[in-house]
């Protein structure tokens, strides 16, 4: 079945630094890729989707490209802020049809003044 | 225009009891998908509702039963309830067709003691 595997946490980095948060899939076919943000309290707000291999998200200063050779999507920021203190989480969905999301562990990120 | 919305925000029940969560869809959408986030975790797939049927469904079991009604809107029922059970609900809504992008609303907290 599908998959999703992400850096574990916590991941502890000051203001202005670069961020990288790792995700790999498991799919058959050509599954579409998404990152969520979920801050404390609240639910999971959407940050970036990328559909077909290649293709590049991005959203608020963050990206992500759908690498199909080696089945990753990681999230790249250059300059944290401490308002992206969040739980980063990774998602699939499966092929035409298949409509859930599989969803990584989730990656807390906490960014220090 | 009103996101996702979810009810109650919290709740508290005993084993063995039964539990009712409400979602009503962002304006415009027409399919309805149920989460549940263990504390610590990446939100599993419930099921998904659309047209007023179940339309896919994940590993659980028959306790957690739902319903959607002609506004779109829709309930999670869960049955004879078990510690196991205390979680984060989410629900979340996407638009007409196949491929939608899922957004999540703000959850209800379940706590079975």
């Known amino acids: 079945g599908n998959s999703v595997t992400q850096m574990e946490g916590p991941v502890t980095l000051s203001e202005e630094a670069f961020l990288t948060i790792n995700c790999t899939y498991t799919a058959t076919g050509y599954p579409s890729l998404f990152w969520y943000v979920q801050y404390p309290g609240e639910g999971l707000q959407l940050l970036l989707k990328a559909t077909k291999a290649d293709d590049k998200g991005s959203n608020k200063g963050f990206e992500a490209t759908y690498r199909k050779e080696t089945t990753s999507f990681h999230l790249e920021k250059g300059s944290v802020q401490v308002s992206d203190s969040a739980v980063y989480f990774c998602a699939l969905r499966g092929n035409f049809g298949n409509e859930k999301l599989t969803f990584g562990t989730g990656t807390r990120l906490t960014i220090i003044p | ?113």
Do not use: M
């Open chain 2, 1 to 113: 225009d009103a996101g996702v919305t979810q009810s109650p925000t919290h709740l508290i029940k005993t084993r063995g009891q039964q539990v009712t969560l409400r979602c009503s869809p962002k304006s415009g959408h027409d399919t309805v998908s149920w989460y549940q986030q263990a504390l610590g975790q990446g939100p599993q797939f419930i099921f998904q509702y659309y047209e007023e049927e179940e339309r896919q469904r994940g590993n659980f079991p028959d306790r957690f039963s739902g319903h959607q009604f002609p506004n779109y809107s829709s309930e999670l029922n869960v049955n004879a309830l078990l510690l196991g059970d205390s979680a984060l609900y989410l629900c979340a809504s996407s638009a007409p067709g196949l491929g939608e992008t899922q957004y999540f609303g703000p959850g209800t907290r379940l706590l079975v003691l």
